[in-house]
């Protein structure tokens, strides 16, 4: 089997839907199956309608009208048939969020956010599951909760995988399924997700589960290119990856593919496509077993957002381990996710994103024993493959404050 994924672009609007229409036709859907995200940036806007219920703001109905509003608009353009059954199972799955809503009895937020925040992956596979099927691509919509089990932790669960394998191995490989990306159930059948941009990791589950011959993640772009085109004036494609290299560009924050996503399709030696949608006459890139990097450069990594801290004890003594250790312990506590460190013998320097809007009590529980300083808002950029001209290129951005290198790989912090 294949496993095909279209994220959020390619079924931003009716235009992008027929597209993944022509995509489907020009390569075939035999013996696929599809994994679709949310429309757009359709999570981020249910995002808003959990603040505003969680925080009892007044804006929740616009909140939600915006999102009815959104997909309607979608549906209206798609089907010419104005009494078409996928109105009723619009209205139906937005009914059933604004009854979660009146009858929710949980104080816990991530709790919530799961449960409402997966209402984008519904809406989105059941408006392009009846528009191909009205195209004669007879998909199957099958509901992804049935399929991948994981445990209580709302927003980034993991999967029971024994669980998982076992549904998806009842999935008959003659059917062409449709299905959602993001999303799970724990064991008591609440919904929970996979971490924000999770879909690329759910169609590795399925790939892995079912040992596809290929993942195909259909995207806006190339490929994987050398560099983010946001923030980047020029990039090029990069044709092959292999696992590690694409594992090491995930883990420094290239944010094409979503980390978890190549541990389970490397175990079974699956190749991952990542294609335009566009453009499907072109190749793409395969990341699979074979040369690091094809062609080889240098390759930039961008994290925005972090902070600078630099940390050493009040009684002046050395950063050894067992201030290091406690340090990282605490940084675990919370959710302070490390993405650079650097010690010397009086201070410990360490850049870190602040994910959950912890830091504040971060530090005041660290300024008890630590002195810190801190600066907000810096920028982290990773360079695999690293030159000296690709080097000097990032310093020109702004001010260094700190620079690591390691065995071809330069990390620069930069305000
Ligand atoms: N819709 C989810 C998100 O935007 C999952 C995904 O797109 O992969 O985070
Ligand atoms: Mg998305």
Redesign the pocket.
């Given at each position: 089997m294949r496993i095909f994924k279209f994220?959020?672009a390619s079924v931003k609007d009716a235009e992008s839907i027929k597209n993944m229409l022509r995509v489907l036709k020009h390569e075939g859907y035999e013996n696929t199956l599809i994994v679709i995200?949310?429309m757009g940036k359709m999570?981020n806007a249910i995002e808003k309608i959990t603040d505003s219920y969680f925080y009892k703001k007044d804006d929740l109905q616009e909140n939600i009208e915006f999102v009815r509003n959104y997909h309607l608009k979608i549906i209206n353009e798609l089907f010419e048939e104005k009494n078409h059954p996928i109105y009723v199972e619009v209205e139906s799955l937005l009914g059933q969020l604004s009854g979660f809503l009146i009858k929710n009895k949980s104080t816990d937020y991530n709790f919530i956010y799961d449960q409402i925040v997966g209402y984008?992956?519904l809406l989105s596979t059941k408006i392009v599951n009846a528009f191909l099927n009205e195209n004669n691509i007879e998909t199957n919509w099958i509901d992804v909760r049935d399929y991948i089990k994981t445990d209580a932790n709302f927003r980034d669960a993991s999967v029971n995988w024994e669980l998982t394998s076992k549904n998806i191995s009842t999935l008959n490989s003659k059917i062409v399924y449709l299905t959602q990306?993001?999303l799970g159930s724990n064991s008591n059948g609440k919904t929970t997700t996979l971490g924000?941009?999770?879909?690329?990791y759910t169609a590795a589950i399925f790939a892995y589960c079912l040992n596809a011959e290929s993942l195909t993640i259909w995207k806006d772009v190339e490929g994987v290119l050398n560099a983010d085109p946001r923030f980047f004036t020029t990039t090029q494609l990069l044709k092959q990856i292999s696992y590690n290299e694409a594992i090491e560009m995930a883990f420094y924050g290239a944010s094409v593919i979503h980390p978890k996503t190549l541990k389970p399709l490397e175990n079974k030696n699956i190749p991952l496509y990542v294609r335009s949608f566009y453009t499907i006459e072109n190749k793409g890139t395969k990341v699979g077993k074979g040369h690091d990097l094809v062609p080889e450069m240098p390759c930039f990594i961008l994290k925005q957002n972090q902070i600078l801290v630099s940390i050493s004890a009040l009684d002046f003594s050395f950063m050894v381990e067992n201030n290091l250790s406690e340090l990282f312990k605490i940084l675990h506590n919370y959710k302070l996710k490390v993405n650079l460190i650097q010690n010397s013998a009086l201070s410990f320097s360490v850049c870190i994103e602040d994910k959950f809007n912890n830091f504040k009590q971060f530090l005041i529980d660290l300024e008890l024993k630590y002195q810190i300083s801190y600066v907000e808002n810096v920028s982290l950029y990773t360079i695999r493959h690293a030159n000296k001209i690709a080097v000097s290129e990032i310093e020109q951005k702004g001010k260094v404050l700190l620079k690591q290198a390691t065995k071809g790989t330069v990390q620069v912090v930069m305000q």
């Open positions: 994220g959020g995200s949310a999570t984008g992956e990306g993001f924000r941009e999770g879909s690329d």
